[in-house]
Nanobody, 126 residues
Framework: QVHLVESGGGLVQAGDFLRLSCAAS????????MAWFRQAPGKERQFVAG????????NYADSVKGRFTISRDNAKNAAYLQMNSLKPEDTAVYYC???????????????????WGQGTQVTVSS
């Protein structure tokens, strides 16, 4: 069984920061592209950031470039999303996702990811 478990969400003020973690199990973690998506009520799931198997290639949505950083630690089977300068429009449930195909990093398409976590809530107050 493949499991992805997000943690680190919470309620913060605009301009503050959070670090999200994604713990993976049931897979050979170093073989998988990892990504973060987010979804607000009534909105479509939105790509946030992706990272290649070794961490050498990253991809970010324009809305988070310069503020968010995706990273991974293959020895710990974990991926991370450092979120700085948070804005109220960043409020959403954040999901960790994984896929075996390296091209998923560039695509930013939710349909290209086979495995998903349960999500963690991030709320940014103004």
């Amino acid at each position: 069984q493949v499991h992805l478990v997000e943690s680190g969400g919470g309620l913060v003020q605009a301009g503050d920061f959070l670090r999200l973690s994604c713990a993976a199990s049931g897979l050979t973690f170093g073989w998988y592209t990892m990504a973060w998506f987010r979804q607000a009520p009534g909105k479509e799931r939105q790509f946030v950031a992706g990272i290649s198997t070794g961490g050498g290639t990253t991809n970010y949505a324009d809305s988070v470039k310069g503020r968010f950083t995706i990273s991974r630690d293959n020895a710990k089977n974990a991926a991370y999303l450092q979120m700085n300068s948070l804005k109220p429009e960043d409020t959403a449930v954040y999901y960790c996702a994984a896929d075996i195909n390296y091209r998923a990093v560039a695509s930013g398409r939710a349909v290209d990811y086979d495995y998903w976590g349960q999500g963690t809530q991030v709320t940014v107050s103004s």
